[in-house]
């Protein structure tokens, strides 16, 4: 049953992925390839199961790993994004992206040791070492709620605030259910569509227009 639902969940977050890559410009692009790694995990997981224990699902979940510790910093960049075309806006939220990732890279993968772990139907490899908290990951996500209540201020868009907030949630009581983790990344996605779509009325009927590289 969670299997399935976890499936199902990939599935919304890839759709939701394709969406924000026909959205065009910078927020668009970079909306999919986050929507894109969240379908990855939320699908490797769901995968689980069928797969069993061994070395192809534990490769398939080192790159969960990966992808959380590279990419989950991106979600500043496409709030940041939203908030209009200024290049000092752009420049400024990759380069804390950028520090993120490095952050994550270097306090989450160095060490890491996984084991098998069944929840429920579900069947996953987590990380046997003492990594603590997923501080970049944390901060990431505290920092896409400020610009979600800036946004929320400026032009009346709540979506990336409210997606940022499912998210927080979700995450702090995922160490006991798993994949409310992996709903609250699908909640936080389509905020983030939600607002790109808003922002897209607001200025026209062409996508944002904001920097796609820093």
Known sequence: MISTVLALTGVLQLLLALAAFRGGGGPGLWTGVLGCALAYDSLVVAAGAVLGEGAPLESLNAGRFVA?????PLAVVCGALLLGPGRRTARWAWVCAAALSVLGVSTTLPGLRLEPRSWADTLRYTDAGDAGAPVAAVVSILGLLVIGVVLWKRH??????LGALAVFVASAVAFKVPPLGNLGEALMLAGLLAALRDRRADTGSGPVRAPVTP
């Open 156 to 161: 009346s868009v709540p979506w990336v605030a």
């Open 68 to 72: 959380h510790a590279v990419l989950t």
